[in-house]
């Protein structure tokens, strides 16, 4: 069944959340009207309305195809998502730099098409598989999901991707299999922090999961935001979101997905391993070293408003992942 888009409204009028929150209002209203029962769990994901000078990412062909088929997902209760500009011009990827600032300056030439990635390790199945062919039995839905930064900043990001599960499963993995072991694109050439004189990070960037955790449903990887391809400052094409932990576990611009035996040497825990443990859960009863993690700034933020609020243990999704830790010491496995 076809869908009506929400009507158009001039982008200089409303801010893209408002848009947003209106056109789940429209769908909400025609799902109570029970217009549309049958066709609720293939419901599209439409685009959404941005500010007119925010730039758009639309992914190649066979992406945008996907995209479009993707099912949307429900708002995180009572919170707003984080605009758009915020979510593409605030970011944290090293390879391109320190500053906050820096991705969104420096990525925009990033080459990810063709991209492929390669599956390895203890699997019935390796091998190398362009983006398009690793992603064809999986269907894209929206998933919105909190980002806890463990520098104590925070995000609402509607993220477009898969059950990293699935991937997993369709791999085969062996009887050794008890880690999941993610690999970051090494490319000094179109990556200027991998040349910069002042980075104190080995590369490639590696990140890593357990077993367990990798299979969790709320574990996915993400192609796409806020409807649209994934910008490259964001870790186009494809990168890891895992909502419980802190932002450094979600790795951007994956090439390697190697499942081991032994627990994986990841990049932050080996450059400071009294500072970011393999774990990463959010947890605000646990401080960094050198700041608390009892609190968290929401963004939008700025001086005069700050939006400072309480960080939730497992970044508020301990009903789902709690049960993963159970007789852990998460003081010691931080
Ligand atoms: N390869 C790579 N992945 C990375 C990083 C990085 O520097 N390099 N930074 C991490 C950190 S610290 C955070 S908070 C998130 C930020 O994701 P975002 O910029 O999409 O919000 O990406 C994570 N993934
Ligand atoms: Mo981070």
């Not at 309305?49 to 066979?62: F, H, I, T």
């Not at 393999?278 to 646990?286: I, T």
């Amino acid at each position: 069944m076809l869908i009506k888009q929400a009507p158009d409204i001039p982008s200089s009028e409303i801010t893209s959340e408002s848009v947003y929150r209106r056109r789940r209002q429209i769908l909400k209203a025609m799902l109570a009207g029970g217009a549309m029962m049958a066709a609720h769990p293939a419901m599209a994901l439409d685009r959404y309305a941005l500010e007119s000078d925010d730039k758009r990412y639309p992914g190649p062909d066979w992406l945008q195809t996907k995209l479009r088929a993707a099912k949307a997902g429900d708002p995180v209760t009572g919170e707003s998502l984080t605009p758009y500009t915020d979510v593409t011009g605030h970011n944290n990827f090293y390879e391109f730099g320190l500053g906050k600032e820096d991705p969104k300056a420096k990525a925009q030439n990033f080459n990810t098409d063709p991209w492929k990635v390669e599956i390895s390790g203890e699997v019935g199945k390796p091998g190398t598989y362009t983006l398009e062919d690793l992603l064809k039995p999986h269907a894209l839905e929206e998933r919105i999901y909190r980002l806890r930064c463990v520098e104590a900043w925070s995000m609402v990001i509607p993220w477009v991707g898969f059950p990293l599960g699935d991937l997993i499963k369709r791999f085969e993995p062996t009887g050794n299999a008890k880690y999941v072991e993610f690999t970051t694109l090494q490319d000094p050439a179109q990556m200027p922090g991998q040349r910069s004189f002042f980075s104190t990070l080995d590369w490639p960037y590696v990140e890593g999961l357990r077993m367990d955790e990798a299979m969790h449903p709320l574990a996915i990887l993400a192609v796409g935001v806020y409807g649209d391809a994934l910008p490259p400052q964001n870790g186009a094409p494809l990168r890891l979101v895992v909502p419980w932990k802190y932002g450094f576990k979600s790795i951007k611009s994956i090439v390697r997905i190697r499942l081991t035996e032994e627990m994986p040497k990841v990049t932050w825990n080996q450059t400071a391993p009294s500072e970011y443990g393999f774990y990463a859960n959010v947890n605000p009863k646990v401080d960094h070293p050198r700041w608390s993690q009892a609190t968290e700034r929401r963004l939008p933020s700025s001086l005069f408003s700050p939006h400072i609020i309480d960080t939730r243990m497992f970044n508020g999704y301990a009903d789902q992942v709690a049960h993963l830790y159970s007789g852990m010491d998460l003081r010691k496995w931080f």
